[in-house]
């Protein structure tokens, strides 16, 4: 988990991310497991009673203070109702991060369920007063994503050279894939083509569609509706290995499935 600022407002910004995604300096990156307190604070005793309840929660061997103390202007009863928000029920957030900014509080992060995105931001608004705001960007765990890129298990639907044409063994993995999605409850899945940037970026750009749309097609014949599906090509814009070898240029050349929100 990390807590850290983004640019200094006026009044305290603090953020809490469970544990880590967004790209950071190395010198911020916590070891996996930590809380990694930044912020900015108007005195020692609003940064004592907030690690006090931290480490309280998490543990202090878990909790990494990085805050500062700064001119910073509060509003009225604003480090009680920051403690408020300190509470057991964050512990439920993963890959996320809360922000506090004065009266604006945004929780973004993933939770086991609808019910448990549903009441961690009603528990929040409740224990603050009417000037607050809170923004709920929870989502649920992506559970259907993890099935999907564990039954693609990175290997890469092969087409006919230069054609939106299934080889045979793409279209076995499209077989496995299809039974995956029927098991994603009805949720919208994009698929995306790629390819990689050997010859014009428009004829790319227009042959990864059609694979996409292939896909699609493909995946209907097994049992998907194909208003679940969404297709898209990006041509050579989104590479995941080098073009400059045989294997980079076969691993950019590749189709990509994507749990829709």
């Known amino acids: ?81 920051l403690l408020k928000l300190i509470q057991p029920n964050l512990k439920l957030i993963s890959k996320g991060e809360l922000k506090v ?37 929870l989502r649920v765990s992506a559970a259907e994503q993890t099935l999907l890129d564990e039954t693609l298990a990175h290997r890469i639907i092969e087409f006919e050279s230069g054609k939106a044409a299934l080889a045979p063994s793409g279209q076995r993995i499209l077989d496995e894939m299809a039974a995956a999605l029927l098991k994603v409850n009805g949720k919208k899945v994009a698929v995306i083509g ?20 292939a896909v699609r097609r493909y995946l209907g014949e097994k049992g998907i509706a194909p208003a679940q599906i969404q297709v898209s090509g990006q041509g050579p814009d989104h590479p995941v290995a080098e073009n400059t ?10 189709i990509e499935f994507r749990v829709l929100p």
């Open 101 to 137: 900014d004065g009266t604006r509080v945004s929780v973004r992060g993933e939770v086991a369920n609808e019910a448990q995105r549903q009441q961690l931001a009603s528990d929040m608004a409740t224990s603050l007063n009417s000037s607050y705001t809170v923004s709920n960007g």
């Open 245 to 254: 070898s045989a294997d980079g240029r076969a691993r950019n050349r590749r």
């Open 194 to 213: 790629h390819t990689d940037n050997v010859g014009a970026r428009e004829s790319n750009l227009a042959l990864s569609l059609a694979r996409a749309e």
């Open 1 to 81: 988990m990390l807590l850290r600022r983004s640019a200094l407002l006026p009044g305290a910004v603090l953020l809490f991310a469970l544990p880590l995604q967004a790209q950071t300096p190395a010198s911020t990156i916590p070891v996996a497991g930590q809380i990694v307190v930044q912020g900015a604070l108007p005195d020692e005793a609003s940064k004592a009673a907030l690690m006090a309840r931290l480490r309280e929660l998490y543990g202090a061997e878990r909790v990494v203070d990085q805050l500062s103390i700064a001119a910073v202007s509060m509003p009225a009863g604003w480090n009680s109702y």
